[in-house]
């Protein structure tokens, strides 16, 4: 019985915390968009420089309705999506497995590992124009701008996962016969899935802030290239409903 009671409690304070923490959140939010709502009410700064809240909805109403330079708004941000999760399936495919081999052999770790490091601080406009060089203006620059992003993270949480893995598990399966790619399968691949996954999720958020750069040249359509388009004719309003999107989008 006292087991059970001291469990219901543990799950009432449980939830009471989340509830806490949910309107610490929501009053957040709200103290950001009271603070908006006074300060553009006030004239404090020009429309050009922060527009009203109301100014931003009714300028997103307008884009659902109208679209944004002939495209609607679902193709920008549909297009970007496009680019963006075509560039983190490549990821997927190619970082996981050479992170994971580069942490398991120490001949592989040293062909990858001195060009990811070495690429892995440039800013991305550093590189984007011999990629646009390279490969054209189409999307093929775009995705591979996006993969580059992605890559070293992804990369390097699975070089990670591998050098944290205990020495025992592998000796252990080394006793009971297995050979190498047994161990890479059955005891090296499962022990780095919560470092995997941690990576990727960190490269789908490099990858996302490098939307902007990647539409930057010779793109018609996405959220990215309908901000940085707006930003040309300081239309602050349509950067703000842009930068809504991709924030929501994001999370």
């Known amino acids: 019985m006292f087991p059970q009671t001291l469990q219901t409690r543990i799950k009432h304070s449980i939830k009471a915390q989340l509830k806490i923490e949910h309107l610490i959140t929501l009053l957040t939010v709200s103290a950001v968009f009271i603070t908006w709502y006074i300060v553009t009410d006030l004239k404090i700064f020009s429309d050009v420089i922060i527009p009203s809240p109301w100014k931003v909805y009714k300028t997103f109403i307008d884009i659902i309705a109208e679209g944004y330079k002939g495209s609607a708004l679902s193709r920008h941000l549909l297009d970007s999506l496009e680019r963006l999760l075509t560039a983190f399936g490549l990821v997927c495919i190619t970082a996981v497995p050479i992170g994971l081999l580069s942490g398991y052999s120490s001949k592989v770790r040293a062909v990858f590992e001195p060009l990811v490091e070495f690429y892995r601080p440039l800013p ?83 990858s996302y802030t490098t939307l902007v750069a990647a539409e930057m040249v010779a793109a018609e359509t996405g959220i990215g290239w309908m901000v940085l388009d707006a930003s040309k004719f300081l239309l602050s309003d349509v950067i703000f409903v842009g930068i809504l999107i991709m924030g929501v989008t994001g999370i």
């Open 124 to 206: 991305p406009l550093a590189y984007y124009t011999m990629l646009v060089i390279w490969m054209g203006i189409g999307n093929s620059s775009k995705i591979m701008l996006l993969y580059l992003a992605g890559f070293a993270p992804v990369y390097l949480a699975c070089i990670s996962g591998v050098m944290k893995i205990k020495q025992d598990y592998i000796y252990g399966a080394y006793t009971l016969g297995a050979n190498k790619y047994q161990i890479f399968f059955y005891v090296v691949f499962p022990s780095c899935l919560p470092d995997i996954f941690t990576g990727l999720r960190t490269a789908l958020g490099f």
